[in-house]
């Protein structure tokens, strides 16, 4: 399943600033939303460039992208200037890789920029979790989305605040182990097809992300290892310390377990 955003503007003309902004789907089971798409609005315009927007494979969520379904759109913008979203799903035949699909959510700070995880200073969010996988799963894997924002001091040695523009790894642990890397690093901003963002401050690279693009998904495979069986998770962020100087710095985060199989499947219990 291939999601499309096309972003037109108003008469007031598109929004000046890069913005958070994401999709989100609603869970039925839980009522919760769960986040399948989150980019960065471009300076000043809107996606005419591409032909049909901003491309997302939302095929994890396929069990709810199924029949009657909600979906909300968000953008943080502040100001009198509005962007208008067109969303267009394109699902694509053929044979999958399995019939089956089921998605919990493990890590849900994806509300806004500043929802995030609070980054340099201790806080009481929770994100160690327990995660119980069904007996038939033959696939599992992460799907995480990640994003830095602020200015908070002090920088690193090339002069990059956080959590906006400093580079960082974080590791997600299994059972205690290191276990997978998140590197946020730069990912090319000014070879964006959007190239027509000026003045916004768009070529600069950040730490994962580029105003005008789709934040990358980073996906991690469990294989089948713990079918039928519990692990812990853990989302742990690269030491850092703020002083606090400078503003704060938050990691809007959202993590899902996803797991595929050949039967009826029902989603893991995340604890």
């Given at each position: 399943i291939k999601m499309f955003l096309q972003i037109d503007c108003p008469s007031t003309g598109c929004d000046d600033w890069d913005r958070f902004a994401n999709i989100k789907v609603k869970d039925d089971a839980t009522g919760n939303w769960f986040e399948i798409g989150?980019?960065?609005?471009?300076y000043w315009v809107g996606t005419q460039l591409l032909n049909r927007g901003l491309e997302f494979d939302v095929t994890d969520f396929k069990s709810l992208l199924s029949g009657p379904t909600e979906l909300r759109i968000y953008i943080e913008n502040w100001t009198a200037k509005a962007d208008l979203i067109t969303l267009e799903f394109d699902y694509v035949e053929g044979i999958p890789d399995y019939p089956y699909y089921a998605v919990s959510e493990v890590l849900g700070f994806h509300a806004n920029s500043i929802d995030g995880v609070p980054y340099g200073i201790s806080h009481s969010l929770d994100l160690d979790k327990i995660i119980q996988i069904p007996n038939n799963a033959e696939s599992t894997h992460l799907r995480t989305l990640i994003s830095g924002w602020g200015h908070a001091t002090p920088t690193d040695a090339n002069g990059r605040p956080c959590a906006e523009w400093c580079y960082r790894t974080h590791d997600v642990k299994i059972n205690g182990v290191n276990t997978f890397q998140h590197y946020m690093g730069p990912i090319g901003c000014d070879t964006n097809p959007i190239y027509n963002q000026s003045p916004g401050n768009w070529m600069p690279d950040r730490a994962g992300w580029c105003p005008g693009m789709a934040v990358p998904v980073r996906s991690n495979d469990l294989?089948?290892?713990?079918?039928?069986?519990?692990?812990?998770?853990e989302y742990d962020f690269e030491?850092?310390?703020?002083?606090?100087?400078?503003?704060?710095?938050?990691?809007?985060t959202s993590s899902y377990v996803i797991v595929k199989s050949n039967t009826e499947i029902s989603s893991p219990i995340v604890n």
């Open positions: 989150r980019y960065i609005t471009p294989g089948n290892s713990f079918n039928g069986t519990s692990f812990t998770f030491d850092w310390t703020s002083d606090q100087q400078g503003g704060n710095a938050y990691y809007a």
